[in-house]
């Protein structure tokens, strides 16, 4: 049996993975990423729009501070988030963006004097000071208060991997790519590495490590139109699944975002609309201040993705090929915007469409694009279970985003985890032991047997058979809206099919570089983690955020102010629930200021909103009056305050 020694083990080499294993290789600790790809190429890469973080600088950003940021993910989540978390987040982001900038990212910068922009469909100048020239600017993104989203024209996660994965370089975190972690190696206690498989020479090899950290992306590909890459599939959530141990946190919780085109599913940024781009219908009428006067097409995606579908079955989509589909017009920003701001997009609709979309309407519709859900952590990364084994990024429930995570507030979650979480991952490798090396013969030898079988099998299913069915389910069943009748029925195919998986024939005999195995190893665990989808969304009986239940539509705090736990156990699916606190939440449940103000009140809330304005009034200083109301932990190196401009340091 091969065997690799490393302090820290980081599977995944997006944005989250390499600032994890930055801040452990830059605490002198033995540090090693594994990838499918090269890490340059992780989904990452794909992050067109910007990056959430309270910096100010931009006159459209003037006021904006960590309590208005806290307050837009809050509000963004539907209070399905962890507020301390939340909490943590606002206060590192801008440290992480100005680190980023240090670190190469040629971020976008504030240009003193006049300059034109279009805002709800008019065109305004806005005039920046002096003082902010050259400094770094934001976009209106993500339905926030205040112009918060940093960006480096539409190529923000590309600049900004680029930047991370050279700084990765220059430390000389070795990446190993076409790796594939298939297994956590553990004792129920402790995870102590994984079991990996090169997806070139088809070797199992056993990485053994003191902590293991899944940041390994989204499961987007369970549906079969996303505008995630090919090959954000949820193997890592599936490790972690298998286990037993280790929960999914609210897995059901899905984001479909507004503006993928059609019908490939490739997205078209959000920036599109903070740039001032309008949503039109079949009759080009701009129909969403019809339903959302006030946040129009920047209210958060969750309810604009539900707008355009009520849209669309009003029979006000146009019709297509693929099914109907609405506009996003961003002829009105100008060739000279486009080509500037907007390049990616104006490349995507020239190769992908066919059209310039400075001159034509670019055709969209809602389509599968974040996962909230993911590994289940604690407020330091590391799950509750199972010792050692830490999840950042997409793949995790670190859960700052609840049932909707705000435009920019993922690309900022990737490096402010991975620099937060990347702390206390350097410290546990400090305290717990290295891997050991018996647990692992015996995992590699489990999976050993697994691809054997397949393998020898003279009769079988087909692995890329069952996948084409999973994601039709996916896609039928457990989209934007979901109802109870539609959602046990996709629970009981899937069921179906995961029992079908266990007798998978490999026809392709070959062990090494064979993409029929591949897809064999990966569809058993897609299907656990797409059975955590179905078995959660049933099971909740309410609409929140992303969620939405056509036979629950009010949000539920009274019964469903909690997290979604999914296990693997005896076969299936085992839900278990963590409680949120009222009593402890800086920001007590209320109305988000967009869609439907509909809730069914926690009882605790009205007491919780007394004392939270007592405290309010009682503190004139913003820093004492948050700390009273709800404290947090951070790394002693992220604890000191944010500069602003304008502000008294
Ligand atoms: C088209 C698009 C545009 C977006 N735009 C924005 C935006 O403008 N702003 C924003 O805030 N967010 C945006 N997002 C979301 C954001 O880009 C992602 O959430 C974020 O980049 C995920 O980063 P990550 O490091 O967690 O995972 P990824 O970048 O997906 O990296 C996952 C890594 O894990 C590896 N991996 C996966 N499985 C395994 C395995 N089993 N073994 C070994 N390695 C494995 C992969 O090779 C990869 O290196 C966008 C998302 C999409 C789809």
Redesign the pocket.
Known sequence: MKTIYTDALV?????????VAIACKERGLDTL?????P?K????????????ASLGNSIKGMGDNEDVHFQDTVKGSDWGCDQKVARMFAHVAPKAVRQASAWGVPWSRVKQGDRKAIVNAETVTITESKEAHGLITARD??GTKKWR?C?TADG??HSM?YAMDNKAISLGIPVH?R????ALIEDGERCHG?V?RDLVTGELVAYLSRTTTI????Y?RLWSV????I???G??Q??ALETGKVALGNPEAIQF?PTAIVPVG??T???CRGDGGLLRDKDGHRFMPDYEPEKKELASRDVVSRRMTEHMRKGKGVDSPYGPHLWLDITLLGREHIEKNLREVQEICQYFLGIDPAEEWIPVRPTQ???MGGVRTNEQGEAPNLKGLFS?????CWDMHGFN?L????????VVA?MIVGEYVADACEQYPMGEVTLAKAKIGEQCDDIDAMLSRSEGESAFELREQMEAIMMDKVGIFRTGDELALAVSELRELNQRAQNIKVSNQKRHANPELVAAIRIKKMLKVALSVAVAAEARTESRGAHSREDYPQRNDRDWLKRSLAFWRNDDIELEYEQLDVNEMELPPGYRGYGEDNAIAHPDTEARLAQVEQTNAQFENRFERQQQLMSYELPANLQPKNQRLGEES
């Open positions: 599977i995944g080499g997006g944005l989250a993975g390499l600032r990423i594994l990838s499918l790809i890490a190429r992780s989904h990452s890469a794909a992050a067109q729009g910007g990056m959430q993104f993500g989203t960006y923000t996660g991997l790519e790796k594939e972690a298939i994984a990996v940041a390994t992306g989204g987007g996303s505008t995630n890459a090959i954000c599939e193997t890592g599936g490790i975002h490739i997205l940024t959000e920036g694009h974040y996962s950042v990024g997409e793949a995790a995570r435009g920019g507030n993922s690309l900022a979650e990737t991975g």
